[in-house]
């Protein structure tokens, strides 16, 4: 089997270019140093907490390097937290990625407002996790609009920074460190050759083994999570080349229980041979589905739901579809549905997808396409066929109400 069912370089071009004719200049295009900018607030019933570890891959030398030095990953983490009087508001991304992604781009920066409590304690009880991939080149503060949501449902997110293909991140010990393959956020520094993409997938797919080793160590540590992560329900979550991380990933690794693969645009045949294991695939604006998604989608051999949003863009599910209402320069489209609703079907769609295939909760009208609250939101579920060229199977595979 060929190892790409399409060019990276060919698809991933499209991608960024479609990026960059709009480019995703975060919280800071047009805004004064004055202005402030809030996160959408979560719907679950609990607190939000957050704060980030560091991690330390002493069996790998980091790949980036030619120098001994072992692989350094920051996770940051969402999560349940107890109520607690004096909440301290966490930052949306560190102060001094804030201030690189600024000269980046050579905009101000302006505030923005979380709805999070720093290093709040974690709520008793075990918690279902969902380990989090971001786009090539992003960060892994770019889906907090989701994550803060998912935590404030009961589950904890660990959200992987991919060092050195990130655009910035700042290490506890006060480093910054950037990108060695350009950014998404400047068109004449990123790196899209063919080689180049496949080395940092291949990276990510260990650095995500890694940090799903390190919540065995950190679940029965003296850690802020000590006995508070249920590792029988870990799912994983990926936005484009995330998404490819996220399938490869399910397929490596056994303790991973679902899927949801936003917008991948390109899969892997790694990630195309399929799963036993439930997926929920996820496309933005695009008028058919790529022939790599189709594949997959054929082979799925258990729970499957696919989602295509009318209208939208590639990156509706990231921060950019709220930023966008503060700043003209960061405007995504969402079709008919607008933002503040196409919020809250993403939010939704993925929340009814862990807790049916983490929780065993009933999937209920969304994922069985019959709801009508989303109208820019098509639904195919089971043994329905997802492409037209495609020969289906007729196992029924839906979640079932």
Known sequence: MRLLLVGYKTILALVVGAMLSNPPVTAWAGAHDSAVVNVPAPTGPYPVGTFSLRFVDTARNDPFLHNGSKRELMVRFWYPAV??????????????????????????????????????????????????????????????????????????????????????????????VVSLLGSHFTQDTLRTEDPTLLFATSVRLRDLRFVASELKRINVSGSPFSGKLDLGRVGILGHSMGGDTATSSMQQQPGLKAAVVLDPVVLSAVSTRGSDKPVLLVSEGREEWSESECELWSNLRGPRVAVSFRGAEHRTPSDAVWLGGYLPSLHVETGTMGPEKTIAAIRNYVAAFFEASLSGKPPGLLLNGLSTTYADATVTTGSRPLCVQQAYSTQETALEP
């Open 83 to 176: 109520h607690v009087a004096q909440c301290t508001p966490a930052e949306y991304s560190s102060p001094k990625v804030w201030v690189y992604l600024s000269d980046l781009m050579e905009q101000p920066a302006p505030q923005v407002r979380t709805n999070s409590c720093r290093e709040a304690p974690v709520m008793a009880g075990a918690h279902a996790v969902i380990l989090a991939s971001h786009g090539y080149t992003g960060m892994f503060t770019d889906y907090t609009f989701l994550f803060e949501d998912l935590a404030s449902r009961g589950y904890v997110v660990a959200s992987v920074a991919h060092t050195y293909e990130t655009t910035a991140v700042e290490f506890s010990d006060g480093r910054l």
